[in-house]
């Protein structure tokens, strides 16, 4: 079973924090992903990574940046959180091939005050 | 770029068939991807289409027609735990080949 976990469920933060997310996978995928979901817009793609220290600005990259020091490891940062980044954030991975699914983590429900 | 429309919520009674609808317009494509997600949970997979036609998987079928940009999926002998949103996700080609650009989810409500 593929598995992809995520370092917190929950998160509160205070504006102007810097804010890591961390999403680790088991299935050494080569491809990994984080979005952020919000009611009435659906998942959006913020950064993607196709390989290791290799990045891809997605949809939405503005006021966040990411790190993949690891194949399995890819973390989302905010470097200065605002409240219009309250939201759920959701990180998948897949292989490379076209017919290959991508499989979410559980999600981290990310809260700025 | 890519638009994909599906319609924002649907009623069905358990027992019944529900079709949900996905429509893309698209710069390439190389599949389109059906999810389900719970509510507070994450998208799971359900299907992927590549080639026109009907793909079954048990109680769920899903549809493509690439030159009409139009997806469906099939939900048949509808239970109460099918209620959930459907999230239509197109994958493009070339430099985006890697990355999926979902719909806004389709919430389905199962009823008794």
């Given at each position: 079973?593929?598995?992809?976990?995520?370092?917190?469920?929950?998160?509160?933060?205070?504006?102007?924090?810097?804010?890591?997310?961390?999403?680790?996978?088991?299935?050494?995928?080569?491809?990994?992903?984080?979005?952020?979901?919000?009611?009435?817009?659906?998942?959006?793609?913020?950064?993607?990574?196709?390989?290791?220290?290799?990045?891809?600005?997605?949809?939405?990259?503005?006021?966040?940046?990411?790190?993949?020091?690891?194949?399995?490891?890819?973390?989302?940062?905010?470097?200065?959180?605002?409240?219009?980044?309250?939201?759920?954030?959701?990180?998948?991975?897949?292989?490379?091939?076209?017919?290959?699914?991508?499989?979410?983590?559980?999600?981290?429900?990310?809260?700025?005050? | 770029?890519?638009?994909?429309?599906?319609?924002?919520?649907?009623?069905?009674?358990?027992?019944?068939?529900?079709?949900?609808?996905?429509?893309?317009?698209?710069?390439?494509?190389?599949?389109?991807?059906?999810?389900?997600?719970?509510?507070?949970?994450?998208?799971?997979?359900?299907?992927?289409?590549?080639?026109?036609?009907?793909?079954?998987?048990?109680?769920?079928?899903?549809?493509?027609?690439?030159?009409?940009?139009?997806?469906?999926?099939?939900?048949?002998?509808?239970?109460?735990?099918?209620?959930?949103?459907?999230?239509?996700?197109?994958?493009?080609?070339?430099?985006?080949?890697?990355?999926?650009?979902?719909?806004?989810?389709?919430?389905?409500?199962?009823?008794p």
């Open positions: 079973d593929v598995k992809v976990t995520q370092s917190s469920r929950y998160l509160v933060k205070r504006t102007g924090e810097k804010v890591f997310l961390e999403c680790v996978q088991d299935m050494d995928h080569e491809n990994m992903f984080w979005y952020r979901q919000d009611p009435g817009l659906g998942l959006r793609l913020i950064y993607f990574s196709y390989d290791v220290k290799m990045k891809e600005k997605g949809d939405i990259p503005e006021g966040y940046s990411v790190s993949r020091e690891k194949k399995e490891r890819f973390s989302l940062i905010l470097e200065s959180a605002s409240t219009n980044q309250t939201s759920m954030y959701l990180c998948a991975s897949s292989k490379v091939h076209r017919e290959e699914t991508q499989y979410f983590g559980p999600g981290t429900r990310l809260l700025v005050l | 770029g890519q638009n994909i429309d599906q319609p924002t919520e649907m009623t069905a009674t358990e027992g019944a068939i529900v079709q949900i609808n996905c429509t893309y317009q698209t710069s390439g494509f190389n599949g389109l991807f059906w999810y389900q997600q719970h509510a507070g949970e994450a998208p799971t997979f359900l299907s992927y289409n590549v080639l026109d036609g009907l793909e079954e998987k048990g109680r769920f079928s899903s549809f493509l027609s690439r030159s009409k940009g139009y997806s469906y999926l099939l939900l048949k002998e509808l239970q109460m735990k099918d209620s959930a949103s459907y999230l239509c996700a197109v994958k493009g080609s070339g430099a985006g080949s890697y990355q999926l650009t979902f719909g806004k989810g389709t919430k389905l409500s199962v009823i």
